[in-house]
């Protein structure tokens, strides 16, 4: 009878004990959100364009040519009717054509069967903000934005340069290239090089990265006159001037660095 009175409160006491250090666990666990879902990793930065940027709607691509003469013709054609239009080496090869920038996908929409009811084309495929890299950098960071611009341009490497030219003195020949750049991938620029150069942001020679712009005076004087679009290695994508082919130079040649103006950034 006496070990049965001494042997339950021990009992009771030994399991309240050996219960001490599980509680305790658990209590730290609770208190280390342990079993709760942990807050969400933070966001890469995204693009911040530069006052007087504009993000691109939607555009119309027609085409899909091999020989690169028919997209030029189009474009051309297109160009004679008003259009904001320009020629591009597509990844996969082909040559195709880009028009406009519309404010909705029904505008487009109405334009392109406009142009198929005209007979300048039969068929087309509308761009909208979704498929450009600008919104793929608002999840994986300015970064994605940066490398897409280099690789749309190199795109046009070898090519003749037959969209600008109207305006030689405000750089359209030159800057054409880097706005389409731009535009394919989510962002709308200034169109002349000076333009490009005043609202830029600026950027210090030691401080580049891919798709800043880098500016040079060509002509007599100290105004900016032409445009190129940084590729990286100290390597920049320009077009040297109506007549001549898309390239890719090097900021360490002489000549260029002698008419160096300085760099600006739209990202």
């Known amino acids: 009878m006496t070990r049965t009175l001494h042997f339950k409160p021990l009992a009771a006491r030994v399991r309240r004990l050996a219960l001490q250090p599980v509680l305790l666990l658990l209590l730290l666990l609770l208190a280390a959100g342990c079993g709760t879902k942990p807050p969400p990793a933070p966001l890469p930065p995204s693009p911040m364009p530069t006052v007087g940027v504009s993000e691109t709607g939607y555009s119309i ?52 069967r406009e142009l198929v009811a005209q007979g300048i084309v039969e068929t087309y495929y509308i761009v909208g903000p979704a498929d450009y890299a600008l919104a793929r950098s608002r999840v994986d960071g300015p970064g994605v934005l940066r490398e897409e611009i280099v690789r749309t341009a190199r795109r046009f490497l070898g090519l ?16 054409g290239l880097t706005m389409a750049a731009y535009q394919m991938n989510g962002l709308n620029i200034p169109r002349s090089s000076r333009e490009q150069f005043q609202k830029g942001r600026i950027v210090g020679r ?5 798709g800043d712009l880098v500016f040079f005076s060509i002509r007599s004087g100290r105004k900016v006159s032409h445009v190129g679009l940084y590729a990286g290695g100290g390597t920049f994508i320009h077009a040297p001037g109506t007549g001549k082919h898309i390239r890719e130079d090097a900021l360490s ?3 260029f660095r002698r008419h160096y103006a300085g760099a600006r950034s739209f990202i």
């Open 61 to 112: 691509q027609l085409g899909a040519f091999s020989v690169l003469s028919n997209a030029v013709r189009l474009t051309e054609r297109l160009k004679g009717r008003g259009a904001d239009a320009y020629y591009f080496r597509h990844e996969s090869g082909l040559y195709k054509v880009r028009l406009g920038d519309f404010p909705s996908r029904n505008v487009a929409l109405r334009k392109a």
């Open 160 to 175: 003749p340069y037959q969209w600008g030219g109207a305006s030689p003195d405000e750089g359209f020949d030159c800057s």
């Open 206 to 210: 030691a401080d580049l990265k891919k």
């Open 253 to 255: 040649n002489s000549y």
